[in-house]
């Protein structure tokens, strides 16, 4: 049993009286947080102050997690803007737009975790957005209309958000990246459906770019409306949880330069987008 507090009117719910060794010792906490999760969206646990080895096997316990076998850590990856911490620091800037991790993974990440181990001075909170809201609030003849579309999703579209001139070299790396299409709607096995939107969705397949990414754009405005986001500002110690097969999430402007330094988990999904 977890106690829990809304954070949100559609997301977001802090997780109350956890503990590190909660973590370690509670053997119901992992299908408690898994409801908890499919149900708020995102999971906020204050000053739990994980380390590394306590974050890696409680994720174990959530599913399966992605291994990068050139971490330290094969399960943890630092999420900093300083090139020395992070070899993909460049990228992520991307993190800036609205976006849901592993829209061009052929199965998207179920979750990911973070834990604060530094703070930035200004900015460099995250911000999230239920797409099962984004959905909800579609008219019923929008529903029917945009029901069969489909989306192509892109770390080029993502990328070119950052840097909308790329030299041909970059132009010429984004290419061997990986795309995939997926339908706007996502009807889930659970029976709820969500809007797949954000930063990597790059148009609407089969019509004219220009309307189709107008709708795209629309619609994630209408999804990350002011009353829709919960924005988590950070403490140190702090570990969020947020469900990707039903959240967006950014992180506001920080400087490249800022000492943040997040350790994150990804937890593998096990359902496509159909
Ligand atoms: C991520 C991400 C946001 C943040 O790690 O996928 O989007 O607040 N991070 O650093
Ligand atoms: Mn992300």
Redesign the pocket.
């Known amino acids: 049993m977890i106690s829990l507090q809304k954070l949100g009117a559609t997301v977001g719910a802090e997780v109350l009286g956890v503990d590190r060794d909660r973590f370690v010792h509670d053997e119901d906490l992992p299908s408690a947080c898994l409801q908890a999760l499919e149900d708020n969206g995102v999971l906020v646990f204050r000053g739990v102050h994980l380390d590394d080895q306590t974050q890696v096997a409680f994720c174990n316990r959530l599913g399966d997690i992605h291994r990068f076998p050139t971490h330290p850590i094969p399960e943890i990856s630092i999420?900093s803007l300083d090139p020395s911490k992070s070899a993909v620091a460049e990228y992520l800037k991307g993190?800036f737009d609205w976006?849901i991790?592993g829209t061009t993974d052929e199965v998207p990440n179920m979750a990911?975790v973070?834990s604060a181990h530094a703070l930035a001075e200004d900015g460099?909170q995250?911000e999230f957005a239920s797409t099962y809201a984004a959905y909800d609030l579609l008219s019923p003849d929008e529903q029917q209309r945009y029901g069969s579309l489909r989306v192509l999703h892109s770390f080029e579209a993502h990328q070119r958000r950052l840097n909308p001139n790329p030299s041909p070299e970059v132009e010429a790396d984004w290419a061997t990246r990986p795309k995939r299409e997926h339908p706007l709607v996502w009807r889930h096995r659970s029976g709820r459906c969500s809007l797949v939107l954000g930063a990597t969705a790059s148009h609407v397949v089969g019509w004219d770019i220009a309307p189709g990414q107008k709708l795209l754009e629309d619609l994630l405005a209408r999804a990350t409306a002011g009353d829709r986001v919960y924005r988590h500002e950070w403490s140190l110690g702090d570990t969020v949880i947020w469900d990707n097969r039903g959240v967006l999430?950014?992180?506001c402007p920080y400087d490249p330069t800022s000492p943040r330094e997040?350790h994150?988990t990804t937890i593998l999904g096990d359902e496509a987008i159909a």
């Open positions: 999420v993190t976006h991790d990911t973070l460099g995250t999430h950014r992180v997040m994150r």
